[in-house]
């Protein structure tokens, strides 16, 4: 006893710190300890460079391992109840928790993480069980499960997660992909615009957006390109929607100045004060809707806003509160899905490989974030990319594309022989959106694909397929864009 009470005594005069866990797992002799649910989500996490580089990842294979098999012991109930960021001091996590649909939840609430896998790779679990779950599923019960699954589970789930949005056409339909035309040109230059837009459609690309990202962002600029595209979309009478992607607030000035707004952009992360460095917050997007609604210019449906995200925008931001980079990222599915928008994608590469350092990375962020965003209900898509910094090339870019064509990805990029000269990263080019429609037999939105036909650019009733050449009476037609 009298050893005993020393040794707690040498403790206190040097100052040991004695850490708690509150969850602990052992492989093999070894017992690993957690010190609560953001600890023990970010070292389950895969590895990536950006939760290493953060201090945040697993130290090694057996660490990871235990996380997992804790993580997949926890119940979803507790996930529910003990948020990664405090309520009170962040709307994002007041928005997830005040908007929780309880009457959605009941049926999966006595679920553990692991259970919760079994039963989303189950049969009962179909796109009406699954539709009618998203309300009662918080982003960080998606980002948990995601943890202990596979690409092939990710890839399997998702197929069954089927979001359906509408504007001037039909979006997410079941063996339907959708492309982004994307015409950067880096002085915005009209006719190189022009030029990308006749490429993409004569590819059939277009029917997700026509949308440009400017390389002079101010609201003059904005509402010359807004006009530019609203005069093509009219001329040829193409339905699908436009997209100039600066920052909400000159939207919104380019709404109060007359301009043609289809949708509303704007990129999103899973913080407030993530959001806060984006210089927005919840109701500066409410607002920003209601202002494109009042347009009324759906044709077919009103989902008028456009969101990008991406792992890593709130560590970059040193906006995480120590939480690792794909539950931050899930988190901002909550904001996307408030707001009803017809398109959300993750710039998956993007950000570069601080975050997600090569390849295998990539490939594995991109099918998690399509995973968690369609489980949430989303109607997502991605940009499969890269800098030219990273470890990565197009091959894995192909993987990626043809995994996430075989998940069910709302939409994918097209950009002009896949290099944005603009945004300087490479992407996804006309032909490789072409590749996978025409090899997995996917087709362009039905409004979209009747306007291809009729414009003869396709040829035949199945999925995408291009004509020999185009109609003589309608080559000088496009040329004049």
Known sequence: ??????????????GVTVTTFQFSHMVGPTTYGFRDLKDLMAKASPARSGDQLAGLAAHSAGQRVAAQMALAALPLRSILLNPVVPYESDEVTRLIVDSHDSAAFAPISHLTVGDFRNWLLGEAADSAALARAAPGITPEM??????????????????????????????GLEQRMATRLQPNHPTDDTAGIAASILDGLLYGSGDA??????????????????????????????????????????????????????????????????????????????????????????????????????????????AHHGVDQQTCEARAYAVARSFKPLLVNSVVGFIGPEYLYDGKQIIRAGLEDHFCAKLLG??????????????????????????????GCNFVMGVPGSDDIMLNYQSTSFHDALYVRQVLGLR????????????????????????????????PALLRL
């Open 1 to 14: 006893m009298l050893f005993l009470r020393c040794f707690t005594l040498l403790f206190f005069v040097i």
């Open 378 to 407: 989303l109607p997502m898509g991605c940009d499969v990319c890269y800098t030219n910094h990273a470890e990565a090339d197009q091959d894995d870019m192909d993987v990626l594309l043809t995994m996430l064509g075989a998940a």
């Open 209 to 318: 957006v026509i949308g440009i990202n400017p390389a002079t962002d101010n609201v003059a600029q904005v509402v010359r390109l807004l006009h530019m595209l609203d005069a093509v979309i009219a001329q040829y009478a193409i339905p699908t929607q436009s997209c100039v992607l600066t920052h909400v607030t000159n939207t919104i000035e380019a709404i109060n100045r007359g301009a043609p707004v289809d949708l509303v952009f704007q990129s999103v992360a899973g913080t407030e004060a993530a959001n806060h460095g984006f210089g927005i917050n919840l109701q500066l997007l409410a607002e920003a809707r209601s202002a494109a609604l009042s347009l009324g210019r759906g044709t077919v449906g009103e989902n008028v806003m456009y969101f990008e995200t991406g792992q890593g925008s709130a560590l970059s931001a040193n």
């Open 444 to 475: 362009a939105a039905p409004e979209f694909e009747t306007w291809l036909h009729h414009a003869g650019i396709f040829t035949g009733s199945g999925p995408a397929q291009l004509q020999a050449a185009l109609p003589a009476a309608f080559q």
């Open 142 to 171: 998606a980002a948990a499960v995601c943890k202990i699954m596979r690409i092939q589970d990710l890839v399997l789930v998702a197929k069954k997660c089927r979001v359906v949005t509408a504007f001037r056409n039909t979006l």
